[in-house]
């Protein structure tokens, strides 16, 4: 019976886990473009970014910093006459610089022969880029964006205008690759290109919907303050800009322009780790290196991540199959740890996203669940056995056939057990006198009140057979008195079984006796049976003795009969009257058998009456018997001897004579 639940538990188990897996691959799928999942794997991108960056830059590009130096030594305030850029070009020009690049807008005329200085500086440079942008406009008539370019002198100098917007996502933090045919870095590349023929072949291409792979926290890029090139600086060597891409931009922390500080810095992946916001013009930068060394990070399609997530939970399904809480842990975490290391090696060496925060959770929320499954099938299970069980054996034994299921196999071990047998007298014929249903409730009651007994003493029943019961006391769990507990159990049958004679009595019945038999001894116990069909049981010699003792009652009148290696074991914690010395089928060696006896004059006068009988002193052993007839009034095992007497007195035994008796049956 068991065995079939088992068997039924494991079957569901394995429905339950096959649909949880796929819930679980429904879920993780359908949450991998939400927005909560993309701010998750917008994290886990900033991760893979600040871990595989390489913290330099491998290009000839220097950013030139307008920063707080710059002003304190040019000592003017903002915006700076455009005369000075136009100095700043033609010292770059004179450099060797290969592109200059402003990230700054000159979109306001100022005064005309500072812009005149400046659109000349430019159009002897030829490499020069300014930034473009757009602008949110709003007025009571409508309400539109524009785009803001360099003063038409400046382009017809040959400024070249560059987009230079840069995409945020949601929180802010600049990932996405701004994109367009007029964008800042491809104007940059453009122009080296011209500037710098066969530089390159052809014009980089760049995935849809790219991602910036970024250097490194702020101030990655070599940085050189504006001043410096302004003035000259002499630590600045005269070919240091030489085929160089030079960027123009703030660098500014602390501005005397209100909100300038803030109005061209922007968070990166780095800003938790350094909490320094990166100067848009580095930003720039960044990008135009991913495009040139082919950097830019694309990002695995919907059906790559779908397929990384299947793989990962058909390879997490043995782990289910074999649940165990610290080994399937253990291959989860390695399953994770594979798939982040999967996602770091593509993101570093190929600059492939391949976001892995749905796969991780996904394993994450299968093996929760399956814990939480395991923990509800487990107590199932358990209430499934105690279901089971609960009416066979105690409850400490459904408990640790609940904590070691694997014990209920086939096999057995050799285990010192007392074992108890009990049948009702003569209820053969009883049950010819009731009908079937009558029958069924006498049965039902005494099984009932035999059951609650064995198992209050921490005894196991092994079987009904019809009006009989099997129970023993040592296993499954030990019990170093089950000698005693059994022999507690024994006299508490009969006492239950008094309680009964009441409502046998008003069914019509006459009074029904119990007999109770009670061996200690060795036997094996355990799972016995068929592998279809097995039962926790106990076999050996002192499983039959006990079993023929129960019979033996009925030749002495007594309703309890124990053999001495029960009483050895209960070393007179039970007073025990002794009855005889028999001989049972099989067995060459005798056997004392005892009965439990609260009358001390009762055991007193036995005692003597046997040593008498023993010595074949019939005289004395029919005065002694006689003394207990007396002291007990109508005594049956009296009778049997007294009987004995009357037979020896006629045809003595002889001298061989050992004082037992053989058994004709069993």
């Known amino acids: 019976m068991l065995r079939r639940v088992m068997e039924a538990l494991q079957g569901r188990r394995l429905l339950l ?14 949450t991998m473009q939400t927005r909560f ?8 991108f ?97 309400r539109q964006w524009i785009r803001v370019d360099p003063l038409p002198a400046l382009r017809a100098a040959g400024a070249v205008p560059g987009l230079a917007t840069v995409t945020l996502d949601a929180d802010a933090v600049v990932r996405g690759l701004p994109d367009g ?80 500080a803030q109005a061209d810095m922007f968070a990166t992946p780095f800003l938790g780790g350094s909490k320094l916001l990166t100067p848009g013009v580095e930003i720039h930068a960044t990008i135009i290196e991913n495009v040139l060394t082919g950097q830019v990070v694309s990002r695995a399609s919907r059906s790559e991540a779908l397929l990384f997530l299947s793989v990962a939970l058909l390879l997490a399904f043995p782990a289910l199959l074999r649940w165990h809480p610290v080994w399937s842990g253990a291959w989860f975490l390695a399953l994770m740890l594979a798939g982040a290391s999967l996602s770091y090696a593509l ?21 929760l669940s399956m814990a939480v499954l395991s923990y509800l099938t487990e107590r199932r299970r358990g209430q499934q056995i105690k279901g089971a069980f609960a009416k066979y054996v105690s409850a400490q034994v459904v408990e640790q056939m609940i904590a070691h299921p694997e014990r209920l196999r086939l096999g057995g071990e050799r285990r010192e057990l007392t074992l108890l047998f009990s049948d009702l007298a003569g209820f053969t014929s009883i049950s010819e006198k009731l009908p079937p249903d009558g029958v069924a409730k006498v049965i039902n009651a005494y099984l009932t009140e035999m059951t609650r007994v064995i198992l209050a003493e921490g005894g196991t029943v092994d079987k009904f057979i019809g009006d009989a019961v ?35 009595h008003a069914m019509g019945l006459a009074k029904i006796g119990l007999r109770i038999g009670v061996n200690s001894g060795p ?24 079993s023929r003792l129960e019979g033996v009652n009925k030749m002495y009148g007594t309703r309890i009969l124990l053999s001495e290696t029960t009483q050895q074991l209960l070393a007179g914690a039970v007073k025990l009257r002794p009855i005889d010395k028999v001989r049972v089928k099989g067995k060459e060696e005798p056997v004392h058998i005892f009965t439990p006896c609260e009358d001390a004059k009762l055991i007193e006068l036995s005692v003597a009456a046997l040593a008498a009988y023993r010595a074949q002193d019939w005289p004395a052993a029919r005065a002694a018997w006689n003394a207990v007839l007396a002291h007990a009034d109508d005594d049956p095992v009296a009778k049997v001897f007294m009987h004995r007497i009357d037979e020896f007195e ?17």
Request: aromatic content about 10%; proline content about 6%.
């Open 347 to 367: 993101f570093g060496q190929k600059h492939l996203w391949l976001p892995a925060g749905a796969t991780l959770a996904g394993l994450a929320t299968l093996y």
């Open 470 to 504: 099997m129970a023993f006391w040592g296993a499954p769990l030990d019990d170093p008195d089950h000698a005693l507990h059994a022999t507690r159990a024994a006299v508490a049958m009969q006492e239950a079984m008094d309680g009964l004679q009441e409502s046998y």
């Open 650 to 666: 006629q045809q003595p035994p002889g001298a061989g004579w050992d004082g037992s008796v053989a058994l004709e049956k069993g």
């Open 46 to 142: 900033d991760q893979l970014t600040v871990a595989t960056a390489p913290g330099k830059s491998n290009l000839p590009i220097t950013i030139i910093g307008i920063d707080e130096a710059s002003f304190a030594q040019i000592n003017k305030r903002w915006p700076w006459p455009r005369s000075m850029h136009a100095q700043l070009v033609d010292r770059l020009h004179a450099g060797g610089a290969a592109v200059i690049a402003f990230d700054m807008i000159f979109s306001e005329a100022s005064e005309p022969a500072e812009d005149q200085a400046f659109a000349d500086a430019v159009a002897r440079a030829g490499n020069v880029i300014m930034a473009s942008d757009h602008a949110y406009q709003e007025t009571s008539l409508l």
């Open 181 to 260: 045919e007029d964008i800042y870095w491809r104007r940059v590349i453009q122009t080296l290109m011209k500037a710098r023929p066969g530089i390159l072949e052809t014009e980089p291409g760049t995935p849809a919907n790219g991602y910036i792979r970024h250097m490194g926290p702020a101030h990655t890029f070599p940085y050189v303050s504006y001043y410096q090139v302004l003035h000259g600086d002499k630590s600045l060597p005269p070919d240091f800009f030489q085929d160089q891409i030079v960027l123009i931009g703030r660098d500014v922390r602390a501005s005397p322009e209100a909100g300038a």
């Open 37 to 44: 999942w993309d701010q998750l794997e917008a994290r886990l």
């Open 17 to 30: 886990t096959s649909l949880l897996a796929v819930v679980v691959w429904v879920l993780a799928a359908g």
């Open 523 to 546: 036997a094996i116990v355990g799972n016995m049976g068929s592998e279809d069909r097995f039962d926790y049981t106990a076999l050996g010699d002192a499983v039959n003795l006990a």
